[in-house]
């Protein structure tokens, strides 16, 4: 096998195994710091209960998080070291910022977050929290800035010629709002908001199916319901502005992500079906010029379709791109459909009347990162053949004094201690699930004048 293609599996394969953990991480943020607020705002000791729970479990998806994500940074250096040296300058800027302003917020408050329960005022702990949170979507902030500066470059110029080139920047600014930056960081933190939630209406759902910790199941899913919902139909908006960005700044990814082929033509949208490559044909399930009336409210507006280009200069896995942009849309409109039934339950006091849909929910939580992951596999093969858009291709990219068979090896170790990590995070997740939020907490973990709230509470 190529040593192009086995560069661009392994990072693909420590990537995505990486980005299981960061949407979880941010996403749990915001439900602690709403139910941290819940207790300041009520002294309901529930709130108390339910934020030190998944304090644990943001802990644990945090600490695997931080372990995958430095593998990366070492492939920079080992396979793709052409990209390194003429990135190095905006990637360097990006991530002494993400220093700064996330890793330094994160670690600056994490120790009071995890262990400050009983050791600082419940508003100090807040805070500490809302810091973590802020940490963490700074950090995502900066990583995405870095990655659509790869999709649409902005703020710089060349210096150097051949394998001496490199990206310099002119404007700063510039290079954080490049056209792409900010549609695709509202469309990155929305999907990290859904993990979260549905990761706490499964946890809640599956203790409310075998009869455990009713009552404060049903406040924290009904909480996570309303962030699914707001933020499910959210995504729709960023969507498509995330589209209508694509059509503009690279028609050929737009072209892939709907088998669109022809030069000049009005271009249909798809629900699902295949791409037949060679006779340059989509069978499936199509709205007809409905791509032309999204990205211009006509539908017979001409779009560029994969043949106005030259073939080294468009995708060439234009099925799997297909499939794996079709696959987040049919889960995003899933989400929708799930969060606006179980609401209008709610409304109706039937929510935990239909065992079935407690159940849906218990599986669900795998949706959102199923769909995280396809559509940055979409959004990743559909600028290839570049890894910087219309700058540097990625068979120039990579390093070229590392042989197959090194890749190969470290792969395997890769894979190896991933599954590891895997099983240990799915092993202690489950354990702490299993356990549950322990109510006998409430009455130690807070100093005694919020003792004492708790107990006036209560008689009244």
Request: aromatic share 16%.
């Amino acid at each position: 096998m190529e040593i192009e293609i086995l560069a661009r599996l392994q990072f693909a394969f420590t990537i995505a195994f990486h980005y299981i953990y960061p949407p979880l991480s941010i996403g749990l943020g915001l439900i602690m710091v709403i139910f941290e607020s819940l207790y300041i705002r009520t002294k309901n000791p529930d709130y108390h209960i339910l934020a030190k729970f998944w304090t644990k479990i943001f802990a644990l998806t945090f600490g695997i998080g931080v372990v995958t994500g430095i593998v990366m940074e070492f492939e920079f250096g080992t396979n793709w070291a052409v990209y390194s040296r003429y990135v190095g300058d905006i990637f360097g800027s990006a991530l002494a910022a993400e220093g700064i302003f996330a890793f330094a917020l994160e670690s600056g408050f994490l120790g009071i977050l995890l262990f400050g329960w009983n050791r600082v005022k419940p508003l100090v702990h807040l805070i500490s929290t809302i810091g973590v949170f802020l940490g963490s979507m700074f950090s995502a902030v900066w990583i995405v800035v870095a990655n659509s500066w790869q999709q649409t470059p902005a703020g710089y110029h060349i210096v150097g010629t051949g394998f001496n080139a490199r990206a310099e920047i002119t404007d700063f600014w510039a290079m954080v709002f490049n056209p792409s930056s900010v549609d695709r960081l509202t469309h990155v933190w929305l999907g990290a908001f859904l993990s979260g939630a549905f990761l706490v209406m499964s946890v809640h759902a599956y203790y409310l199916v075998k009869g455990r910790h009713l009552d404060i199941s049903k406040r924290a899913f009904k909480i996570a319901l309303v962030v699914a919902t707001v933020v499910s139909l959210g995504q729709l908006f960023t969507g498509h502005q995330s589209a209508d960005g694509v059509a503009v700044n690279q028609p050929a990814k737009l072209a892939a992500l709907e088998g669109h082929f022809e030069a000049n033509a009005p271009a249909d949208m798809y629900l699902f079906g295949y791409v037949d490559k060679e006779n340059q044909t989509v069978n499936g399930l199509k709205i007809p010029g409905g791509l032309s009336f999204l990205i211009s409210n006509n539908f017979d507006t001409p779009v560029k379709g994969l043949n106005a280009f030259p073939e080294d200069e468009r995708p060439s896995q234009v099925n799997a791109i297909f499939q794996f942009y079709h696959l987040m849309v049919i889960i995003g409109i899933s989400l929708i459909g799930l969060t606006l039934y179980a609401s209008y339950l709610w409304l109706r006091g039937r929510l935990f009347d239909k065992r079935w849909l407690l159940y849906v929910f218990v599986f669900a939580a795998i949706l959102p990162q199923i769909a995280n992951q396809v559509g940055w596999f979409a959004a990743e093969m559909g600028r290839q053949p570049w890894v910087v858009y219309g700058l540097l291709r990625t068979s120039e990219a990579f390093s070229q004094s590392v042989s197959a068979n090194q890749i190969v090896f470290s792969l395997v170790l890769f894979a190896l201690v991933y599954l590891l990590l895997f099983i240990l995070f799915i092993y202690l997740l489950n354990k702490k699930i299993k356990h549950g939020p322990d109510d006998g907490t409430t009455k130690t973990d807070w100093p005694m004048t919020e003792q004492i709230n708790v107990a006036i509470t209560k008689n009244h």
